[in-house]
């Protein structure tokens, strides 16, 4: 089973440094809860540059946990492939966190990272998790992945940081493989009553 876990917003507080960029440049006071609202869109988008340096990522935090959430991910069982799964902007901003990637010391247990960067592949997301389970904080990789996909979509919000609108969200109540969280720890014990196949045919002998 291979579970793909993406690195912005899952599992680091990848817009922190940039709030915190604007909120010193311009005097406001943006919060991961209200930077989305239509008064910031045009101070959001002026600051949208910084992304693309290798050195943004100087600044980004780990959520707190992140690293028991993915021990415990990959110790639920044996079959248990992690790969971090992440789009990027540019090079510059791949580099960078590649480097952050490396810092964390995530090999042993992260069998691989993909990074989907503009110009060098055209791939999307839930192209690359159409052979497992997608766990991602971005609605619309959600989206695609569980109409293209039969593996799980979780979307998770940790913190309840990201606003999404509404008529998304409605959406992606229909589909049986999106799956809505708000914790590491929810997540663990979701996907700890998922057994693997082999085991499944073997405890569940009436379940088709
Ligand atoms: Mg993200």
Known sequence: MIIYVDYDGTLVNFIQPWLDHINQEENTKLTTQNYKEDKYKEVSKKYFKIFNNEKYYEKVSN??????FLTNLKTINKDIKLKILT???????????????????LEELIEEVIH????KTKQKKYEISNNGHLIDDDIRHILEHCKNNEGFGILINLNNQFIYPEEKLNELKGLKNFKYMTSYNEIISFMAKQQPKEEKTKTNKIEK
Do not use: A, M, P
């Open 63 to 68: 959520f707190e946990n992140y690293r028991d």
């Open 87 to 105: 789009s990027n902007i540019s090079y510059k901003q791949e580099d960078g966190k590649q480097k952050h990637i490396e810092g964390n010391e």
């Open 116 to 119: 989907l960067t503009k110009g």
